[in-house]
């Protein structure tokens, strides 16, 4: 049974910084692509980060480059994701989600298993 668990959502402050965790069972990260999507209220999924199964190729979505950072430990089977300087318009519940497929440009759909998300609310 595979099982993705986030962790280390939370209340931040706007230039604040948070680190996500996503601790796998059932199945090795290392053998899949994966990814953070996040949610924000009132708006359609989108995805944030990735990692391709191919060759490790890292993805980072326009509105968080240089600010986000996806990294995984393979001995640990975790997926991570480093947020600096976080601002309100990075709101949302954020999910991770792994897929069988080699490359970091397929839709949502492609995703077999998520996690169950966690809140990230960055305010005043």
């Known amino acids: 049974q595979v099982q993705l668990v986030e962790s280390g959502g939370g209340w931040v402050q706007p230039g604040g910084s948070l680190r996500l965790s996503c601790a796998s069972s059932g199945v090795s990260l290392n053998g899949y692509t994966n990814a953070w999507f996040r949610q924000a209220p009132g708006k359609e999924l989108e995805g944030v980060a990735c990692i391709a199964s191919l060759d490790g190729g890292i993805y980072i979505a326009d509105p968080v480059k240089r600010r986000f950072t996806i990294s995984r430990d393979n001995s640990k089977n975790m997926l991570y994701l480093q947020m600096n300087s976080l601002q309100p318009e990075d709101t949302a519940v954020y999910y991770c989600?792994?897929?069988?497929?080699?490359?970091?440009?397929?839709?949502?759909?492609?995703?077999?298993?998520w996690g169950q998300g966690t809140q990230v609310t960055v305010s005043t």
């Open positions: 989600a792994t897929a069988p497929v080699r490359l970091c440009s397929g839709p949502a759909n492609e995703y077999d298993h």
